[in-house]
């Protein structure tokens, strides 16, 4: 209780204790006391009638003393007639003792109604402290959840930031081999200038000899570029809407200059017919295409064109079968050593994707899981003549939990799902036997990725999304190392 609360308790307890007073004292001082009144007048005591006085014209009459519903006596008291002496010494005193009375009970009154409105007062206060208390618990806890989200928004952006310093580190230093390459460019320059002016001036061997040089280093650093770490891939691009939900389509990334076909592959089991069409102009206009029958069915959409030839997973089998496209003969079958098969450990999606080859600027792979590795997946990369396993890799993650995968550079990327959002969330690098965990999100547009794959030609990933033929362009971080340099 709060301090106003107390004061009023307090003055509420004293007008209780006046009461009392009056209840208990009053009667003794004027002569009520029944006992008295009984001994004084000589009467006799009577419950019906009450006590009567010897001489009820000069003393006080006390009538009936029965009890109420609660069991206080009721008295009525009469006082003497008008005739009696005004000096009588009790009257005086009865009329101060009632004057007192009466004033103590307009002060009780008038204290009354103030303990009341102050009363009102206070709860009034009392309410509205308590809704001033709730407010600022509330404008408090609403601070400090403000608070929290920009703390946790502001880490969240360092964290984003901070892997960019080492980049942008490497970025410093392939400026500047640029600009030595540009330098050493206009010093050709200005030299082959001058020996346009005057022939024979200059050592011609020893110009070519330097001109050799360079275009060696250029071809050097430009191969290097060829690879990089994935840090980003595009919107997808449809290219087409054909075909069931479940299939595969590539292009030949060793296919001389000028050669644009397109392969087209329908379903993922029970079937034999890979569609050519001359172009991914006419591809995407028009329905013209030539059929080529395989003559084994192909199992799951992990297939690949690669220098006029089509490597596919015979269904229901770990067979390999390497096909040329141009004589329409079988040039090489091998058994994948272990891997699984018949769905045993496909891709998240299901569709006896046991077995997925690849390419990259590294050549020929195969992304599949063994008994030997608890159907973890198992990286091998082939000779693309033999189809021999020229090196294998086992790694840690479930095959059964990767919705789909694709090599770039020799380093193997996994998504975490096929269907809703998707992201690459784990790298494993062949050419230092690591793994770590990445988060590279990319556009899931028609909610069903039956196959993925990259084409280091185009530098892009060509998928099969639900019935839809997609194009990703992907984003590498290069590194141009300066060994010689």
């Not at 007639?81 to 009375?101: F, G, I, N, P, Y």
């Not at 990445?438 to 639900?466: C, E, G």
């Amino acid at each position: 209780m709060s301090v106003p609360l107390l004061k009023i308790g307090v003055v509420l307890s004293t007008m209780a204790m006046i009461t009392n007073w009056m209840s208990q004292t009053l009667p003794s001082l004027v002569g009520l006391n029944t006992t008295k009144l009984s001994a004084a007048s000589g009467g006799t005591l009577d419950r019906s009638t009450g006590v009567l006085p010897t001489n009820p014209e000069e003393s006080w009459q006390v009538y009936s003393s029965a009890q109420d519903s609660e069991g206080r006596c009721i008295c009525t008291v009469v006082a003497p007639q008008q005739t009696m002496c005004s000096r009588d010494a009790r009257t005086k005193q009865l009329r101060q003792l009632l004057e007192k009375v009466q004033n103590m009970s307009q002060s009780i009154e008038v204290l009354d109604r103030r303990t009341q409105r102050d009363l009102q007062y206070v709860e009034k206060m009392e309410s509205q402290m308590r809704g001033l208390e709730s407010k600022l618990r509330q404008v408090e806890e609403s601070h400090r959840q403000h608070l929290a989200r920009q703390l946790k928004a502001i880490k969240a952006k360092m964290d984003e930031l901070r892997p960019l310093i080492p980049v942008l580190e490497e970025y410093k230093a392939d400026a500047k081999l640029v600009l030595q390459f540009k330098e050493e460019v206009q010093n050709l320059t200005a030299v082959l200038n001058e020996l346009q002016e005057e022939i024979g001036a200059y050592d011609y061997d020893e110009l070519q000899s330097r001109v050799s040089n360079l275009e060696e280093r250029l071809r050097a650093c430009m191969q290097k570029l060829a690879c990089g770490k994935l840090t980003g891939i595009s919107d997808p691009v449809t290219i087409k809407t054909s075909g069931s939900r479940f299939g595969s389509w590539m292009t030949d990334p060793l296919a001389p200059e000028g050669d644009n076909r397109v392969w087209y592959m329908d379903g993922y089991h029970n079937n034999r017919f890979v569609r050519e069409y001359k172009s991914m102009l006419d591809f995407m206009t028009t329905d013209n295409f030539t059929s080529h029958r395989l003559p084994h069915p192909w199992s799951g959409t992990g297939q690949v064109v690669y220098n006029g030839s089509i490597y596919f997973n015979k269904f229901q089998s770990h067979i390999i079968i390497r096909f040329d496209l141009k004589t329409e003969t079988i040039l090489k079958t091998r058994s994948l050593d272990y891997a699984g098969y018949n769905n045993m450990y496909h891709y998240a999606w299901g569709g006896h994707s046991d077995i997925d080859l690849m390419v990259d600027e590294n050549g020929l792979w195969a992304v599949y899981a063994t008994n030997q590795n608890a159907g973890n997946i198992v990286i091998s990369r082939l000779d693309p003549v033999t189809l021999q396993a020229l090196r294998t890799w086992n790694t840690s993650y479930p095959k059964r939990s990767a919705g789909e995968a694709f090599i770039i550079c020799g380093t193997l990327y996994v998504t975490n799902g096929y269907s809703g959002g998707t992201k690459v969330h784990y790298a494993y690098q062949t050419n230092a036997s690591t793994y770590e965990y990445i988060d590279i999100p990319f556009q899931n547009k028609y909610s069903h990725i039956s196959m993925l794959d990259y084409n280091p030609k185009d530098r892009a990933l060509y998928a099969w999304n639900n019935g839809h033929q997609i194009l990703y362009n992907v984003t590498l971080f290069h590194v141009i190392r300066s060994d010689g340099l």
